[in-house]
């Protein structure tokens, strides 16, 4: 299988998904991404740790049965040929560096559990006979310090991970606080520094160099040395170290620790030191494996400055060529990355306003159509009105009565001045309703045409008709309101002078007002 030949269409929606949460998080090409998640059966967890843990990439060396992993190379060497041992494996399985391993320590106070008050009665003694055995070995190991190394070699499987007793009387603290716990102590001892101490633990420290391709310079110190007061004052505060290591161009992350500390020990244990103070150059390597870390460099004892930071620039420059082609080639992807990015915004945006005009135009087109229906339904409603304002004047005009003879007294007279000009003289019985009266003037030149009304005519269903006139004299001025009620002889008298005023004209003006 060639892993370097990846198509993304030939992979399920899973592993698709699998590849876009496992790039996401380590950042990796593609072309290596792809065969590590195939190894790991396209669990992004595993790879994910095999990615951080600095395994090798080649499938060959990981089903080879012949050639052991690192760890198991370290867990071979010795306290009193650690770093010659180390070289010289290093040199033969082929590989330029030594692999940095990742360390997560757990923190003793995570695990806690009170021991029942009857038992605790019972292992007394052992409790006793333990604590001073412990003492003993103790006291021993400190006139021979390699013995507790050496023990722990042989009784835990991996020295990185393997559980260590606080001896220090220090509280266990996560890495965070562990770190600023270190850093206010150096401070207290040493005074104020320009050391850029990182604020956190080891991984992500570890994490932060391997993402962004920058050196994790690593400084262990053992209070109980009488190196480390020197080492630290007159190698690791000079100010030729210091400016070396704030150099921006030099890209060192700086991460130090008390390997009294859990986190510090397992760290040192890691990295088999050997003697304090400790001082470990890790960078990626990419002529080892795409995802690997590697230790380019180590400094153990004390060292002058200048020696300090000759050795610091020659394990840059092993590696200095060979990274700046993993950061062009970085630089790149993420330049396609951002132009692809910027493409994508783009066309969103333009889908956005090319949305935004479409439903622009869809309103305007409802609001149109919307009006044009109101419009319509208005001079429908006008024309159902006229037809049944014509219908009701029609029934109304044939329900009049008659104007009575000359041979009726008691009548009444009225003119009326139409707003034509026109003046009316007619008569209506006495006890006729003024709503006769307005009825008359409504339907008049219904009455007056030459047309006799002889169809039955039926009141428009549903319609309630509004007279949009009233009757009024003109000297003394009197409306005769339709509300009001009576008949005509009772409201007017039995004779009268009256003028139709439109009210439509009035309501008109006040509108405009």
Known sequence: MADSDVDIAQLTADQQLALQQFTAVTNQELEAAVPLLRRCQWNVQIAIARFFDGEPADPVAEASPSIPPPQDRRHQETLLNGLSTSSRSSTSSGRPFEPAPRIVPQ????????????????????????????KYFRFFGYFFPFVPRFWTR???????????????????????????????????????HELPFFENGYAQAFDLAKKDLKFLLIVLVSPEHDDTSSFIRDTLLSPEVVSFIKNPENNIILWAGNVQDSEAYQVSAALNCTKFPFASLIVHTPQVSSTSMGIVTRIAGPTPPGQFV???????????????????????LLATRNLREAQNSAYE???????????????AEERKAREEKEALEREEALQREAQNLAQWRKWRAASIT???????????????RMPSGERIVHRFPSNAPIEELYAFVECYDILQSQRPISEKVSKPEGFQHEYKFRLVSPVPREAYELD???????????????????????DEDEDIE
């Open 107 to 134: 923190p003793e106070s995570q695990v806690t559990s009170q021991t029942p008050l009857l038992l605790a009665i019972v292992f007394t003694p052992f409790s006793l006979a333990y604590s001073l055995l412990s």
């Open 154 to 192: 042989i009784t835990a499987g991996n020295p990185s991970q393997a559980p260590r007793r606080n001896t220090s009387g220090r509280r266990p603290l996560n890495p965070r606080d562990t770190a600023a716990r270190f850093i206010r102590e150096f401070e207290e001892e040493y005074g104020s």
């Open 310 to 332: 000759l050795k610091l620039q020659s394990g840059i420059q092993q590696v200095l060529e060979p990274l700046n082609r993993v950061r062009a080639q970085r630089a790149e």
């Open 349 to 363: 945006r333009s889908l956005a306003q090319d949305r935004e005009r479409a439903r622009q135009k869809r309103e």
């Open 402 to 416: 008659e104007e009575p003879g000359p041979e009726v007294k008691d009548v009444v007279r009225i003119s009326l």
């Open 484 to 506: 009001a009620g009576g008949t005509i002889k009772g409201r007017i008298g039995r004779s009268g002078n009256l003028i139709v005023e439109r009210t439509e004209e009035e």
